[in-house]
């Protein structure tokens, strides 16, 4: 026997609501039904001397605290890497819970089992969300009582460059490149880095349309640029922020990007200069070591309950497979 009509009208309308609350919590909106994403308290980040931290010992050294699926902690843990800055700084890893809508940190640290725990150890203010990435020294005030050094990705990836270390010989924010830089981080934050979450967070048809739109200009001014340059990194010949601050976007493109978030008005195999520029840094040293993309799912599909109702995580290939399935 069929549904009747009212009853299907009536639950569809039922479910937009409730649907509505849900993404209240998960992702606010203008009154236009675009994403707005929540201002968080941000602190400039702190570079200590190299005195104070080149000779410490290792249980005493300032901690990088990241999560795998987040790409803002991405950006950090892409400088961490790229600087062998595992001699003069600690990673640690957190894990999300659901359940509990906190990031979890496994092993604890400092006596603190969640990531709030260490913001409120470093005395931040309760109004500051407790987000990754977070930079906090064990030792960083007068008193001996930890500090937060910093919790924004832009400022961190910045900071790290300058990050005391027995290995300068990487800069990836020389002075004679910052225009370029700077022109990359005003066509690529918006429309690309946070254009993907106003796609997926979008709440009807005409902010989801307007997002995709602005997403996929930038993504073909880029392509243009790549194109005219024949140089293999955003900002000519040297790597750069730049690059580290777009690549967790791009990277995440297939798995979790297009399927979830509907960036799907083009593929990305549409933008070839694109995806040899994405290669060839995930072939660079140690970065694949930071790309999970069976992480990625579970937490991605997994925990964004109002975009996947049935929290079923679906397969698929190794991130390897298919950055490598192209040529460059």
Same mark, same amino acid.
């Given at each position: 026997?069929?549904?009747?009509?009212?009853?299907?009208?009536?639950?569809?309308?039922?479910?937009?609501?409730?649907?509505?609350? #849900?993404?209240? /919590?998960?992702?606010?909106?203008? *009154? @236009?039904?675009?994403? $707005?994403?929540?201002?968080?308290?941000? +602190? =400039?980040?702190?570079?200590?001397?190299?005195?104070?931290?080149?000779?410490?010992?290792?249980?005493?050294?300032?901690? #990088?605290?990241? /999560?795998?699926?987040?790409?803002? *902690? @991405?950006?950090?843990? $892409?400088?961490?890497?790229?600087?062998? +800055? =595992?001699?003069?700084?600690?990673?640690?890893?957190?894990?999300?819970?659901?359940?509990?809508?906190?990031?979890?940190?496994?092993?604890?640290?400092?006596?603190?089992?969640?990531?709030i725990d260490l913001y409120r150890l470093c005395n931040t203010p309760p109004s500051h969300r407790a987000t990754?990435?977070?930079?906090?020294?064990?030792?960083?005030?007068?008193?001996?009582?930890?500090?937060?050094?910093?919790?924004?990705?832009?400022?961190?990836?910045?900071?790290?460059?300058?990050?005391?270390?027995?290995?300068?010989?990487?800069?990836?924010?020389?002075?004679?490149l910052k225009q370029k830089i700077k022109y990359f981080q005003d066509l690529l934050q918006e429309s690309v880095?946070?254009?993907?979450?106003?796609?997926?967070?979008?709440?009807?048809?005409?902010?989801?349309?307007?997002?995709?739109?602005?997403?996929?200009?930038?993504?073909?001014?880029?392509?243009?640029?790549?194109?005219?340059?024949?140089?293999?990194?955003?900002?000519?010949?040297?790597?750069?922020?730049?690059?580290?601050?777009?690549?967790?976007?791009?990277?995440?493109?297939?798995?979790?990007?297009?399927?979830?978030?509907?960036?799907?008005?083009?593929?990305?195999?549409?933008?070839?200069?694109?995806?040899?520029?994405?290669?060839?840094?995930?072939?660079?040293?140690?970065?694949?070591?930071?790309?999970?993309?069976?992480?990625?799912?579970?937490?991605?599909?997994?925990?964004?309950?109002?975009?996947?109702?049935?929290?079923?995580?679906?397969?698929?290939?190794?991130?390897?497979?298919?950055?490598?399935?192209?040529?460059?």
């Amino acid at each position: 026997m069929p549904i009747p009509p009212i009853v299907v009208t009536t639950a569809k309308k039922s479910f937009h609501w409730q649907w509505n609350q #849900l993404m209240n /919590g998960l992702a606010p909106c203008d *009154a @236009h039904g675009n994403y $707005l994403r929540p201002i968080s308290q941000k +602190l =400039n980040a702190v570079v200590p001397e190299a005195q104070k931290i080149l000779d410490r010992p290792k249980d005493l050294l300032p901690k #990088l605290i990241i /999560g795998r699926s987040c790409p803002w *902690a @991405h950006r950090t843990w $892409l400088v961490f890497q790229l600087k062998n +800055l =595992n001699t003069c700084l600690d990673l640690l890893i957190a894990k999300p819970n659901p359940n509990k809508g906190l990031w979890e940190i496994e092993p604890e640290w400092m006596g603190s089992k969640y990531l709030i725990d260490l913001y409120r150890l470093c005395n931040t203010p309760p109004s500051h969300r407790a987000t990754v990435p977070a930079l906090i020294d064990p030792i960083g005030n007068i008193n001996q009582t930890p500090k937060l050094l910093g919790n924004e990705s832009a400022q961190l990836v910045e900071a790290l460059n300058k990050w005391p270390s027995h290995n300068k010989k990487l800069n990836l924010n020389p002075k004679e490149l910052k225009q370029k830089i700077k022109y990359f981080q005003d066509l690529l934050q918006e429309s690309v880095n946070n254009g993907v979450y106003k796609c997926g967070f979008a709440r009807n048809q005409n902010a989801y349309n307007e997002a995709s739109m602005k997403l996929f200009n930038a993504l073909s001014i880029l392509e243009k640029d790549l194109e005219d340059r024949k140089s293999p990194w955003l900002c000519g010949e040297q790597l750069t922020i730049a690059d580290i601050r777009l690549f967790p976007t791009l990277i995440r493109w297939e798995t979790i990007y297009a399927p979830l978030f509907n960036c799907s008005a083009e593929a990305i195999s549409d933008f070839p200069n694109i995806c040899n520029w994405r290669k060839r840094f995930f072939n660079l040293p140690k970065v694949k070591e930071t790309c999970d993309s069976k992480a990625w799912r579970n937490d991605y599909f997994g925990a964004l309950f109002p975009l996947r109702p049935s929290n079923i995580i679906p397969k698929g290939p190794d991130i390897s497979k298919i950055i490598n399935s192209t040529s460059l």
